[in-house]
C-alpha cells in the first residue's frame, strides 16, 4: 500500500488543486526576490522599513488590548489589560514618531537575543553529546554567538543597516524558497485516487 492510497480523498484533492497553482508560488518568489535586491540596495531605507512594519503591529496589538480591557469583569485585571495595551501603542507610535531610535533599541535586542539563543543551543549540544548531530547543534549555537556578538560590538552604530540586512535576507530566502515550492509543485507526480473495491 503506498503513501498516496493511504491519503483521504479530501486532503489529494486540496493537494491537486495546490499544484494548479504552482505558478503563483514562482511569481510570489520572484517578487520576494527583487523585493529582497531593493532592500539590499538600501538598507537604511529597509531598516526604517521594518521598524514601521514593527510598529504597526504593535499599534494594532495594543489597541486590540485596550479594546479587549473593557470586556474584563474585575478593576485590577481590566487595569493590567488596559496598561499592557496602551503600552504596546505608545511604544507603536514611537517607531513612526522616531525610527531611528526604536532601529537602535531593536537591534540591542536583537543582539542580545541572537546571544542568549546561541548559548542556549551551545548548552544544549554540549549537555547531550550522545545524540546524533550534537555536532551541528554546537556548530549552529556558535555561529549564532558570534553573530550577536559582532552586532554588539557594532552597537548603535549598525543600527542604521542591521535590521534591514535581516530584511532583505529574509526577502531573499523567502523568495527562493517560494519559487522551488512552485517548481516542485510543478514536477511531482499526480496523486493516485483511491480504486474502488
Keep these: 500500500m503506498t503513501l498516496n492510497s493511504d491519503m483521504p480523498d479530501d486532503f489529494k484533492k486540496a493537494i491537486s ?109 554540549l549537555s547531550d553529546r550522545t545524540a546524533p548531530g550534537w555536532g551541528w547543534v554546537v556548530a549552529a549555537g556558535v555561529v549564532t554567538i558570534l553573530a550577536g556578538l559582532i552586532i554588539a560590538f557594532r552597537w548603535p552604530v549598525n543600527s542604521l543597516w542591521v535590521l534591514g540586512l535581516f530584511l532583505a535576507i529574509d526577502l531573499i530566502f523567502q523568495g527562493w524558497s517560494n519559487i522551488a515550492f512552485g517548481l516542485a509543485l510543478r514536477n511531482a507526480p499526480p496523486l493516485e485516487s483511491k480504486s474502488a473495491v
Design 17 to 125: 488543486e495546490t499544484r494548479t497553482k504552482w505558478g503563483w508560488f514562482v511569481v510570489l518568489g520572484i517578487l520576494l526576490l527583487i523585493f529582497g535586491g531593493i532592500a539590499f540596495g538600501n538598507l537604511f531605507v529597509a531598516t526604517i522599513a521594518s521598524v514601521y512594519v514593527i510598529g504597526i503591529l504593535m499599534l494594532i496589538g495594543g489597541i486590540v488590548e485596550i479594546i479587549h480591557s473593557f470586556g474584563v469583569k474585575t478593576w485590577g485585571s481590566f487595569f493590567w489589560w488596559f496598561l499592557s495595551g496602551l503600552l504596546y501603542a505608545v511604544a507603536g507610535f514611537l517607531a513612526f514618531y522616531n525610527p531611528l531610535l526604536v532601529s537602535v533599541v531593536l537591534t540591542f535586542l536583537l543582539a542580545v537575543s541572537l546571544i542568549a539563543a546561541g548559548v542556549l543551543r551551545l548548552w544544549v549540544g
